[in-house]
């Protein structure tokens, strides 16, 4: 089963915490496209988008839509002053230069060393690869934001990934609906649950073994 939009926007909300005053941030499609709903007013951020887009806002108010103006997803943007636009082989290059302090990205299945699968299920046909790679390999801070397990309810969560790779050891931080982990020296290290779950549920239904933080605190 998916998730529903107010545990989507719960994710997005606890991810934009992440990102503080002066940083160029790049939102993936899914749920890391809410993140920019949830930044606060005052931060003077930078949000890029892999279609050419540098000083993207929030979601505009209903009526007010530029047609012209969308995020990577294909969905309706607002403009932050002092926005810039350019080609895509701009914005890829301001992505491998090392430019973004942090991307949130979408996954299918991340291990516990980080690894991170998020292109393709075998067999299934998608419309390409994006900037994953790029941006898993290039930004300064990987934070992944995702369904704790499958439809099937299956970890995505694992010891080692069974997708084909984007890329190794990239993520630093997987946000879900039930916790936060930070991936350290190949290890998951659990230092917040997401209420009402608790350490127990997240245990039971990651598929990697976990380091759960002497400190742990609780997402509302």
């Keep these: ?34 993140v920019a709903d949830y930044i606060e007013n005052d931060l003077h951020i930078m949000l890029h988008t892999e279609n050419g887009i540098l000083g993207m806002g929030g979601s505009p108010e209903a009526g007010s839509e530029d047609g012209n103006l969308s995020n990577a997803g294909g969905y309706p943007v607002s403009i932050q002053p002092g926005a810039s ?41 998608v419309p390409g690869m994006g900037g994953a790679i790029d941006l898993a390999q290039k930004a300064k801070k990987v934070i992944i934001l995702m369904n704790h397990t499958d439809k099937y309810g299956n970890p995505k969560i694992v010891r080692s ?30 230092r917040e649950i997401m209420s009402p779950y608790t350490v127990e ?20």
Excluded at 2 to 31: C, D, F, K, P, W
Excluded at 179 to 189: I, P, R, T, Y
Excluded at 201 to 219: K, L, M, Q, R
């Design 1 to 34: 089963m998916g998730l529903g939009i107010e545990t989507r926007h719960r994710i997005a909300r606890r991810a934009a915490l992440e990102i503080s005053n002066g940083m160029i941030v790049n939102l993936g499609i899914g749920i890391p496209t809410l």
């Design 85 to 125: 636009y350019f080609d895509s082989a701009t914005a890829f290059g301001i992505i491998r230069k090392g430019l973004l302090d942090v991307t949130i990205l979408g996954a299918l299945e991340v291990s516990e060393r980080g690894d991170i699968a998020n292109w393709i299920v075998p067999g299934k046909r």
């Design 161 to 190: 990934c069974s997708l084909p790779l984007t890329v190794k050891e990239g993520a630093d931080m997987i946000i879900t609906e039930k916790a936060v982990f930070h991936c350290e020296d190949g290890k998951l290290v659990l």
């Design 201 to 220: 549920d997240v245990i039971e239904t990651t598929g990697a073994p976990i380091v759960v933080d002497e400190h742990i605190s609780v997402f509302q």
